[in-house]
C-alpha cells in the first residue's frame, strides 16, 4: 500500500522567513496530494492541495510542487508568520475523494 | 453550521475494557474515516466506509473494529483495551459527487483515550 515518509519532523525559523516541508511517497497511482494544519490542541484542516496533473499550486504566502517521476511534493511557506506555527501534515490518495495516507508530521516554530 | 461530532472527547479507562467511541455528522457526506494520531507517527487510517454498506482495514485495523450505523453515524470500538492504544482519535468525513470529487477531509474534535 501507500506510504508517505515527510521531513523534517521538526522546523524552527524566524519571523520572515521561508520554511519548506518535503513528502515522499511510494505508489506511482497516488493523484492527490493535500496538506493538513493542525494548530496546538485544534482538528487538522486542509490548506493547500494538488492534483497529478498541476505541477505547482500557489494560495497567497503558500504554495506546493509536485514531481512526479521523483515521488515528491513540497510545501512552501513565504513570509512565516507567528500564526503560522503548527504540526503540518502531507498526504497522498490514489483516489480524489478516497482514503488519505498521510506523512508523520512537521511541528513547525515561527519565532518572532 | 455543518459539523463532526465526536463522542466522549477524553476518556480514561483501563486494560482489557471495551470501549467505544462515536462519531456524527451533519455534513451529508458519504465517506467516513477514523484515525490516529500518536506522537511523531502522524495520522494512521484505522478503518474507512464509502457508504453504510461499505467498510474496510486501513493501515492499523488489529485490536478496532467499527459499525456504519447509519449515512451520519460511524462508530469505533476497541473490544480489550491495552495500553498502546493510548491516542488521539479522529473521525473524518469526505464528499463526494462533483466531477472532480473534493477530497477535503472534515475532521472531528478528537477523543481523547487512556487506557491504564
Known amino acids: 500500500g501507500e506510504n508517505v515518509e515527510q521531513h523534517p519532523s521538526t522546523l524552527s525559523v524566524q519571523e520572515g522567513d521561508s520554511a519548506v516541508i518535503k513528502c515522499t511517497y511510494s505508489?506511482?497511482?497516488?493523484?492527490?496530494f493535500p496538506w493538513y494544519k493542525q494548530e496546538l490542541g485544534k482538528r487538522p484542516q486542509l490548506i493547500i492541495d494538488?492534483?497529478?496533473?498541476?505541477g505547482e499550486k500557489k494560495d497567497q504566502r503558500i504554495a506546493v510542487t509536485l514531481n512526479k517521476t521523483a515521488k515528491h511534493f513540497s510545501l512552501h511557506i513565504t513570509e512565516t508568520q507567528p500564526e503560522d506555527s503548527a504540526v503540518y501534515f502531507c498526504a497522498a490518495s490514489i483516489d480524489q475523494g478516497g482514503k488519505l495516507i498521510f506523512g508523520q508530521g512537521t511541528e513547525l516554530s515561527v519565532k518572532p | 453550521d455543518a459539523d463532526v461530532t465526536q463522542t466522549p472527547r477524553n476518556r480514561i479507562t483501563k486494560t482489557g475494557k471495551r470501549i467505544m467511541l462515536e462519531c456524527s455528522q451533519t455534513?451529508?457526506?458519504?465517506?467516513m474515516y477514523w484515525y490516529r494520531q500518536d506522537p511523531g507517527l502522524g495520522l494512521r487510517l484505522i478503518y474507512y466506509?464509502?457508504?453504510?454498506?461499505?467498510?474496510n482495514k486501513g493501515e492499523i485495523s488489529d485490536g478496532y473494529s467499527v459499525s456504519r450505523q447509519a449515512q451520519a453515524k460511524f462508530s469505533l470500538s476497541l473490544e480489550s483495551a491495552i495500553p498502546n492504544q493510548t491516542a488521539l482519535y479522529f473521525c473524518?468525513?469526505?464528499?463526494?459527487?462533483?466531477?472532480?470529487?473534493?477530497?477535503?477531509?472534515?475532521f472531528g474534535e478528537g477523543s481523547r483515550l487512556t487506557v491504564l
Open positions: 473524518a468525513t469526505s464528499g463526494t459527487g462533483t466531477p472532480l470529487g473534493t477530497g477535503e477531509l472534515f
Open positions: 466506509s464509502f457508504d453504510v454498506k461499505d467498510i
Open positions: 505508489d506511482s497511482a497516488s493523484n492527490y
Open positions: 494538488i492534483r497529478s496533473n498541476v
Open positions: 455534513k451529508g457526506h458519504d465517506r
